[in-house]
């Protein structure tokens, strides 16, 4: 009876001091699996980012540039909460803190990251941490030699090794209760990190009841030493372990969502709205998986800039039942110049303006609408509650009484203007006219009283999701003067501008609500009205009042960044625009044309911004041929010519360089290229389910000499198993506008490489994500074949590059279809493969495409 009665007071001990422990957290999870806040019991949705700083390339890259790191903290988590950020997640990297009997290292990347964390908390970012990354230090580098338990088992030994799997319980218990020397109060008993995530995407083998059994051991080593918070643990990197992931002790699950790939090594044109849809979640049928929470550890739009995705991501994460987002990864203002942390990612506020201002509406979306919430299909999606997406403006907009942002130029008018009092946008809109290509942001203080913060100029003059380099400028920030109106009757149309930020001294009085501005933080003040008590550093919403910090320009020497047009129409007018930099406002910008005969001809480039320029090309020049061009700047006594950056005169006698760019004129009724397997293999997205030695997808060598064609096979084709390719072909639409009405049919060039005959399926994708597809017979001989566009039908098409994880959907079908429209056309399909008849199956079959165009 004794022994009943000291296990019962045991039992209630620990009972009792798990309770407390959980009064502690600022968060529970409820009986239904939602996270909900202790002090009101309202559920949470957080979203925010990764960012990685204190470890890893991060910390090396700062550290090469003599940056002072807490500075440069300091100054990105300001940005953040200006973003509206209010979530906070990094894998941190084990290796660095940890030796490999996973005993806890008190260096400079723990000092760091503990440094961080007492920043965010001063902004009221909330953190989940995720202790163990399992990799190296290196990438994009080589990994340095670390003293850590991953430096000695690799991903794959990390989860069945038991030395390994010691040292994770070993440093999970020291790193949990780490004090942290800023704030004073150890992981476990910080009020702001909410939950863990116990590992990052680990690589499970063996048999299933194994890995129930490691996430456990890592869970009770957390909970021994008295984590009493929410435990997470990734389910989707390895959806063959999910029923053994959901049985676990853990508290919710973790998901990532990559739905445009990776790494594609240039920046992706084309509608992605459908790619962000919806995220459907295929786990419904383990029981275990019911009641536990669920948050996004990683996302990212990766190789786009397109400031419209972010909102829809927060919608579909939202009508998912998420209640956590980070988006992956955050750069760090001081490397953002180049892009060099994560090629493939890009955000930031300064660099890239449009994006972080979509950012901050899908923050926004995340928080206000209601949870599991079904607004339909893409493009029937692309206006819900108080948010407009649109991928022909290149726009995000939300528009409510009190909040009105967008990521560009907009013709909305506010909700209510009078009961505005957040503004943040790119370009303009009828309340603010703003020539600039920086980020804005308005916040009213008290009536009469605005506070104004304008950032830098940024011009992107190279494709930063290129192969990236800390020599190569990507985003150029500009500091020009630019010209700005204020349209809000709050504060009249002359009010006072007074600059509040260090060192901004400037002053002026609005007339007609119009005045010069340059970046800087500002208070905007009515007429007669006094903002005396609107000093200092007073904190509003997060933000300092007098806070400014934004980056000086990374090069100084002239760049002309231009893209040429790579076919036009003859006989029509066009203009040769490009975005140039760093040089003076007197300096003189010509467009030197050659035609292939006579003298060439020199065309004044007229300044249209700061940092644009443009030439008109008279129709009388635009002849059946092609036209090469450069163009050439003086300024004061130095010439430079482009492409190419060569400083000299360009008319010397000794001039060698002969670089020019090149644009085609097509030939009336000529035919227009969508697809040439020798110019588009390197934009092509391509699609095969599973690459083998003998199957695949590649551009190989075609019946001539110079001519490459797609290919793709397989050795056993599968019944529903698709290959093919996707291609953005926009661009090449947009300059042959003149003559699409004439176009009549598609013709491709095309074989079966398998058996005598096969099937291949055409589809002509419009910018609003409608598929139109022909299904055409292919035989063992290189045809062109014709296919009317009266034969174009409404289908389905593919998410390419393949969303990851790969659950996801890789079908779409529009939720409606106004017709085939080729002036509207914005991407090409080619697949074959899914529709063969059932003798096919697990035989070899594959195709080739050499060429599709447009005829008359």
Same mark, same amino acid.
């Given at each position: 009876?004794?022994?009943?009665?000291?296990?019962?007071?045991?039992?209630?001990?620990?009972?009792?001091?798990?309770?407390?422990?959980?009064?502690?957290?600022?968060?529970?999870?409820?009986?239904?699996?939602?996270?909900?806040?202790?002090? &009101?019991?309202?559920?949470?949705?957080?979203?925010?980012?990764?960012?990685?700083?204190?470890?890893?390339?991060?910390?090396?890259?700062?550290?090469?540039?003599?940056?002072?790191?807490?500075?440069?903290?300091?100054?990105?988590?300001?940005?953040?909460?200006?973003?509206?950020?209010?979530?906070?997640?990094?894998?941190?990297?084990?290796?660095?803190?940890?030796?490999?009997?996973?005993?806890?290292?008190?260096?400079?990347?723990?000092?760091?990251?503990?440094?961080?964390?007492?920043?965010?908390?001063?902004?009221?970012?909330?953190?989940?941490?995720?202790?163990?990354?399992?990799?190296?230090?290196?990438?994009?580098?080589?990994?340095?030699?670390?003293?850590?338990?991953?430096?000695?088992?690799?991903?794959?030994?990390?989860?069945?090794?038991?030395?390994?799997?010691?040292?994770?319980?070993?440093?999970?218990?020291?790193?949990?209760?780490?004090?942290? #020397?800023?704030?004073?109060?150890?992981?476990?008993?910080?009020?702001?990190?909410?939950?863990?995530?116990?590992?990052?995407?680990?690589?499970?083998?063996? #048999?299933?009841?194994?890995?129930?059994?490691?996430?456990?051991?890592?869970?009770?080593?957390?909970?021994?030493?008295?984590?009493?918070?929410?435990?997470?643990?990734?389910?989707?990197?390895?959806?063959?372990?999910?029923?053994?992931?959901?049985?676990?002790?853990?508290?919710?699950?973790?998901?990532?969502?990559?739905?445009? /790939?990776?790494?594609?090594?240039?920046?992706?044109?084309?509608?992605?709205?459908?790619?962000? &849809?919806?995220?459907?979640?295929?786990?419904?049928?383990?029981?275990?998986?019911?009641?536990?929470?669920?948050?996004?550890?990683?996302?990212?739009?990766?190789?786009?800039?397109?400031?419209?995705?972010?909102?829809?991501?927060?919608?579909?994460?939202?009508?998912?039942?998420?209640?956590?987002?980070?988006?992956?990864?955050?750069?760090?203002?001081?490397?953002?110049?180049?892009?060099?942390?994560?090629?493939?990612?890009?955000?930031?506020?300064?660099?890239?303006?449009?994006?972080?201002?979509?950012?901050?509406?899908?923050?926004?979306?995340?928080?206000?609408?209601?949870?599991?919430?079904?607004?339909?299909?893409?493009?029937?999606?692309?206006?819900?509650?108080?948010?407009?997406?649109?991928?022909?403006?290149?726009?995000?907009?939300?528009?409510?009484?009190?909040?009105?942002?967008?990521?560009?130029?907009?013709?909305?008018?506010?909700?209510?203007?009078?009961?505005?009092?957040?503004?943040?946008?790119?370009?303009?809109?009828?309340?603010?006219?703003?020539?600039?290509?920086?980020?804005?942001?308005?916040?009213?203080?008290?009536? /009469?009283?605005?506070?104004?913060?304008?950032?830098? &100029?940024?011009?992107?003059?190279?494709?930063?999701?290129?192969?990236?380099? #800390?020599?190569?400028?990507?985003?150029?920030?500009?500091?020009?003067?630019?010209?700005?109106?204020?349209?809000?009757?709050?504060?009249?149309?002359?009010?006072?501008?007074?600059?509040?930020?260090?060192?901004?001294?400037?002053?002026?009085?609005?007339?007609?609500?119009?005045?010069?501005?340059?970046?800087?933080?500002?208070?905007?003040?009515?007429?007669?009205?006094?903002?005396?008590?609107?000093?200092?550093?007073?904190?509003?919403?997060?933000?300092?009042?007098?806070?400014?910090?934004?980056?000086?320009?990374?090069?100084?020497?002239?760049?002309?960044?231009?893209?040429?047009?790579?076919?036009?129409?003859?006989?029509?007018?066009?203009?040769?625009?490009?975005?140039?930099?760093?040089?003076?406002?007197?300096?003189?910008?010509?467009?030197?044309?050659?035609? /292939?005969?006579?003298?060439?001809?020199?065309?004044?480039?007229?300044?249209?911004?700061?940092?644009?320029?443009?030439?008109?090309?008279?129709?009388?020049?635009?002849?059946?041929?092609?036209?090469?061009?450069?163009?050439?700047?003086?300024?004061?006594?130095?010439?430079?010519?482009?492409?190419?950056?060569?400083?000299?005169?360009?008319?010397?006698?000794?001039?060698?360089?002969?670089?020019?760019?090149?644009?085609?004129?097509?030939?009336?009724?000529?035919?227009?290229?969508?697809?040439?397997?020798?110019?588009?293999?390197?934009?092509?997205?391509?699609?095969?389910?599973?690459?083998?030695?003998?199957?695949?997808?590649?551009?190989?060598?075609?019946?001539?000499?110079?001519?490459?064609?797609?290919?793709?096979?397989?050795?056993?084709?599968?019944?529903?198993?698709?290959?093919?390719?996707?291609?953005?072909?926009?661009?090449?639409?947009?300059?042959?506008?003149?003559?699409?009405?004439?176009?009549?049919?598609?013709?491709?060039?095309?074989?079966?490489?398998?058996?005598?005959?096969?099937?291949?399926?055409?589809?002509?994708?419009?910018?609003?994500?409608?598929?139109?597809?022909?299904?055409?017979?292919?035989?063992?001989?290189?045809?062109?074949?014709?296919? #009317?566009?009266?034969?174009?039908?409404?289908?389905?098409?593919?998410?390419?590059?393949?969303?990851?994880?790969?659950?996801?959907?890789?079908?779409?079908?529009?939720?409606?279809?106004?017709?085939?429209?080729?002036?509207?056309?914005?991407?090409?399909?080619?697949?074959?493969?899914?529709?063969?008849?059932?003798?096919?199956?697990?035989?070899?079959?594959?195709?080739?495409?050499?060429?599709?165009?447009?005829?008359?």
């Amino acid at each position: 009876m004794i022994r009943f009665f000291t296990i019962v007071f045991i039992l209630f001990t620990v009972f009792l001091s798990a309770q407390a422990q959980n009064n502690k957290n600022e968060v529970y999870i409820d009986q239904q699996g939602r996270l909900r806040w202790q002090k &009101d019991h309202s559920e949470v949705y957080l979203f925010g980012v990764n960012y990685t700083v204190p470890f890893a390339y991060g910390y090396r890259s700062l550290k090469a540039l003599n940056k002072d790191i807490e500075k440069e903290i300091d100054e990105d988590v300001y940005h953040l909460a200006r973003m509206g950020a209010d979530a906070f997640r990094v894998h941190i990297w084990d290796t660095e803190i940890s030796d490999t009997a996973g005993n806890l290292l008190d260096n400079e990347h723990l000092k760091l990251f503990d440094y961080l964390i007492y920043k965010l908390k001063q902004r009221n970012i909330k953190i989940i941490i995720t202790p163990i990354a399992f990799w190296g230090n290196g990438y994009p580098q080589r990994d340095e030699k670390t003293a850590g338990f991953s430096s000695k088992y690799n991903k794959g030994q990390a989860t069945v090794n038991e030395n390994a799997i010691k040292a994770q319980e070993n440093y999970l218990k020291q790193i949990l209760q780490h004090v942290n #020397p800023y704030t004073k109060v150890n992981y476990r008993d910080e009020p702001d990190i909410i939950a863990a995530e116990l590992n990052n995407e680990p690589s499970h083998s063996g #048999p299933k009841e194994k890995v129930t059994e490691y996430i456990d051991r890592l869970a009770a080593a957390a909970r021994s030493i008295g984590w009493g918070k929410p435990l997470f643990y990734n389910i989707s990197q390895s959806p063959f372990y999910a029923v053994a992931v959901a049985k676990s002790t853990v508290n919710g699950f973790s998901f990532q969502w990559y739905p445009s /790939g990776l790494v594609a090594g240039h920046e992706q044109q084309g509608n992605f709205l459908p790619n962000v &849809d919806r995220y459907p979640i295929p786990y419904d049928t383990i029981p275990e998986f019911h009641n536990k929470a669920k948050m996004v550890y990683e996302f990212e739009t990766a190789d786009l800039l397109q400031p419209f995705l972010y909102p829809a991501v927060a919608r579909s994460f939202k009508q998912a039942g998420f209640q956590w987002v980070t988006q992956f990864a955050y750069d760090p203002m001081a490397t953002a110049y180049a892009n060099t942390e994560y090629q493939t990612h890009y955000l930031n506020l300064a660099y890239t303006p449009a994006k972080a201002i979509s950012f901050l509406i899908a923050n926004r979306v995340f928080h206000l609408l209601p949870r599991n919430k079904d607004y339909g299909a893409y493009p029937a999606d692309s206006v819900f509650d108080a948010y407009y997406l649109s991928y022909n403006e290149g726009l995000s907009e939300m528009n409510t009484a009190k909040e009105f942002y967008y990521s560009g130029t907009t013709s909305s008018t506010p909700s209510d203007e009078k009961k505005l009092e957040h503004i943040a946008g790119v370009g303009s809109s009828p309340i603010v006219n703003y020539k600039g290509c920086g980020a804005y942001f308005l916040d009213k203080l008290e009536n /009469g009283v605005w506070r104004l913060e304008v950032m830098p &100029d940024a011009i992107t003059v190279r494709d930063p999701f290129e192969k990236a380099s #800390p020599s190569k400028e990507v985003v150029h920030i500009g500091w020009a003067d630019q010209q700005m109106q204020i349209n809000l009757t709050d504060i009249g149309n002359d009010f006072n501008l007074k600059g509040i930020n260090q060192d901004n001294s400037y002053q002026t009085t609005a007339a007609n609500s119009s005045f010069t501005i340059k970046p800087g933080t500002y208070l905007l003040v009515k007429n007669g009205k006094s903002a005396a008590k609107w000093t200092g550093e007073k904190m509003v919403n997060n933000i300092g009042l007098n806070e400014f910090i934004a980056p000086q320009p990374f090069s100084k020497t002239p760049y002309v960044s231009h893209t040429p047009i790579t076919e036009i129409s003859t006989g029509k007018a066009f203009s040769v625009n490009a975005k140039i930099i760093n040089i003076s406002a007197d300096a003189k910008v010509t467009l030197t044309i050659n035609r /292939g005969f006579g003298p060439p001809a020199n065309i004044n480039m007229e300044k249209t911004t700061p940092y644009d320029y443009s030439a008109a090309i008279p129709a009388a020049q635009v002849i059946t041929g092609f036209l090469t061009y450069r163009i050439i700047i003086k300024d004061a006594d130095k010439y430079y010519t482009f492409p190419g950056g060569y400083e000299g005169d360009p008319y010397g006698w000794d001039n060698i360089n002969n670089e020019t760019w090149l644009t085609f004129v097509a030939a009336p009724g000529g035919k227009l290229s969508l697809f040439n397997a020798t110019v588009d293999r390197s934009k092509t997205n391509t699609y095969f389910p599973v690459f083998t030695r003998n199957g695949g997808a590649q551009f190989t060598s075609g019946e001539e000499t110079g001519q490459l064609t797609f290919r793709t096979s397989s050795p056993a084709i599968k019944q529903g198993q698709v290959m093919g390719f996707q291609l953005f072909v926009g661009d090449k639409i947009k300059y042959r506008l003149p003559e699409v009405s004439t176009f009549s049919k598609v013709v491709i060039r095309a074989r079966v490489i398998s058996g005598p005959t096969g099937k291949l399926t055409l589809a002509l994708i419009d910018n609003d994500a409608s598929a139109y597809s022909s299904t055409i017979e292919l035989t063992e001989q290189f045809k062109n074949i014709e296919v #009317p566009l009266s034969g174009f039908k409404p289908d389905s098409s593919l998410l390419l590059p393949r969303p990851y994880p790969g659950f996801l959907p890789l079908w779409f079908k529009a939720s409606s279809f106004s017709g085939l429209s080729i002036s509207k056309l914005d991407k090409l399909e080619v697949t074959a493969g899914n529709d063969l008849s059932p003798d096919q199956y697990n035989k070899p079959f594959g195709i080739e495409v050499e060429s599709v165009t447009l005829e008359p």
